[in-house]
């Protein structure tokens, strides 16, 4: 406010910054965690302060190993001996709420890692929410002014994050809801939990002999592909945001590991972030209105989302939005920087009352973390060509009704068949098994391999002809619709069918439709006669 006064508030943001950042490591593990969180929420401070927070680090002097295991004796019930046949004397990595030590279990000889809780860290918690939220009461009237909600929901929503973090019972769940996704899967390692061996305070879980991600020469020097691991690892991130809905919310490069065998793996799973049935397809919806450059909708999709309060006039939004998307995607994939397209939203939400819900920030900052990691990994990465092709591909495959309804919308723009966007749909996702076929991982096929995973090496649209013939053949609108693009402008379009047949027909095992179909006729034929006598029902 001083600066401000005087004239000089410009000038000296660099330093303020850093201030700020410093302050907020003197003060503790809480404001550690909150400059974390606002970081990644321009709707709440200005960027040049954000770019100095996100490189406010979560690194602390460990605490003496003898408290340490102590705390681990008392939640597990028995000496460390016991259990342990040895433990490293240093702490593996040490954070503002718990440290890591390396081990060997007594009992089977394998390796583990020991993750134990701060002492007395829950009370200071307590104490810092108290206060924050004290401090959030005298400012509702502005927060709900600039963002649509008063300051003290800000603050439970980071607060109730910030105490599950101190739950390791909670994150046990976590990695075995982490591994139940991934299950069959060769290309993601998430490592087993002890939950024998486990408490609120300590987690034992299983230790990742892993490359990091930071260490590009390391991850070379073991002979592992780069470009099919950074396909790995995005289409690893897209599946948890678009398929699971449970996904990752602090990937940093000490919690993502190369596996000698091409393998991404996943550590610390005590920030997690959990999206519903319902989010998920709305982003989806939102994918599909940008490809379709539907800006109204695009905007409609951020009250939807809970960005902007119900009833908003989102207009003014829309003219920003088609802004943003053109002069990011108008340069072609091979210009497109997700960080880029970040910084002109987050001028965006500075400028309009848009709030960022806590989970929604967190795949921010995740995307932008793993994009970062990607960016080391290879400078010239490109995120929509490795992303592109994992959505073309599940827009093509998936067996969903809500992604085959979104399908259509990506085939029809005004009631136009895209013969062309279906060519590109088509190339990008067999561009995607291509790449992810050439991974290592699964070429040794660790473990079992799921049904959708045996198939890797080709496109498999089996599934998708027959939902389409379903469709053409009962819904009377797609019909016409798909008539009219065989018969555009007065000519039969059967050149672009066949250049469409010559992209698939090696990923198509006619005899298998054939038999599927034939198996699926009694199904059809029931369907088609329910679908008549309602509509003979219906006209009376």
Not at 185 to 208: A, C, F, H, Q
Not at 219 to 247: C, H, P, Y
Not at 429 to 451: C, D, F, H, T, Y
């Amino acid at each position: 406010m001083y600066d401000c006064l005087v004239g000089r508030d410009k000038e000296v943001v660099p330093f303020r910054a850093r201030q700020l950042r410093n302050l907020l490591c003197d003060l503790g593990p809480s404001f550690i965690k909150a400059g974390q969180v606002l970081a990644n929420r321009p709707d709440i401070i200005r960027e040049d302060y954000m770019n100095e927070l996100c490189i406010l680090q979560d690194d602390v002097p460990p605490f003496p190993n003898q408290v340490a295991f102590k705390i681990i004796e008392e939640e597990l019930g028995q000496p460390l001996e016991a259990l342990f046949s040895k433990i490293s004397s240093r702490t593996i990595a040490a954070a503002s709420l718990g440290q890591v030590y390396r081990a060997t279990l007594r009992s089977s000889g394998e390796d583990v890692a020991i993750k134990v809780q701060r002492p007395q860290i829950e009370p200071i918690i307590y104490r810092d929410l108290f206060l924050f939220r004290t401090l959030a009461s005298f400012l509702n009237g502005i927060s709900i002014q600039k963002l649509g909600c008063n300051a003290e929901l800000i603050v439970d929503e980071f607060g109730e994050k910030l105490l599950e973090e101190l739950d390791y019972t909670l994150e046990a769940r976590n990695i075995e809801d982490f591994l139940e996704n991934f299950k069959g899967d060769p290309t993601v390692k998430i490592p087993l939990v002890y939950k024998n061996l486990s408490g609120s305070r300590v987690l034992v879980m299983e230790w990742i002999d892993g490359i990091r991600c930071t260490d590009p020469q390391a991850i070379k020097n073991a002979g592992i592909d780069v470009n099919g691991f950074l396909t790995v690892g995005v289409s690893a991130a897209l599946r948890q945001l678009l398929e699971f809905g449970l996904f990752h919310g602090d990937p940093h490069p000490g919690n993502i590991f190369a596996m000698r065998d091409g393998r991404i793996a996943y550590v610390d799973f005590g920030n997690v972030a959990v999206l519903s049935q319902q989010n998920k397809q709305i982003l989806i919806d939102a994918v599909v209105h940008a490809v379709n450059e539907d800006y109204a909708e695009m905007a409609n999709d951020f009250t939807r989302l809970g960005f902007l309060a119900s009833g908003t006039d989102v207009s003014p939004i829309i003219p920003a939005l088609e802004a943003i998307w053109q002069n990011s995607a108008g340069k072609g994939l091979s210009d497109f920087n997700f960080r880029s397209v970040t910084g002109q939203f987050n001028k965006l939400v500075y400028n309009y009352p848009i709030r960022i819900p806590e989970r929604f920030s967190l795949v921010i900052r995740s995307l932008l973390t793993q994009e970062g990691i990607c960016f080391t990994l290879k400078p010239d990465f490109k995120f929509l060509e490795v992303a592109y092709p994992y959505v073309a591909k599940r827009l093509l495959t998936d067996p969903n009704p809500a992604l085959r309804e979104r399908l259509i919308q990506v085939l029809f723009k005004d009631g136009v068949f895209q013969w062309k966007r279906l060519e590109n749909l088509i190339v990008l996702a067999k561009e995607n098994v291509a790449k992810m076929s050439s991974n290592p991982a699964i070429q040794l096929k660790n473990g079992p391999i799921s049904r959708s995973w045996q198939t890797v090496s080709k496109l498999d649209l089996t599934d998708t002809i027959k939902d389409g013939a379903r469709l053409v053949l009962f819904d009377e609108g797609i019909r016409r619709q798909l008539l009219l693009a065989l018969t555009e402008d007065s000519k039969l379009h059967v050149e672009e069918l066949v250049d469409v047949y010559k992209l698939v027909e090696d990923d198509i095992n006619i005899p298998a439709v054939a038999m599927e179909v034939v198996q699926d006729f009694p199904n059809v034929v029931r369907d088609f006669l329910l679908s008549w006598s309602n509509s003979v029902l219906s006209d009376r």
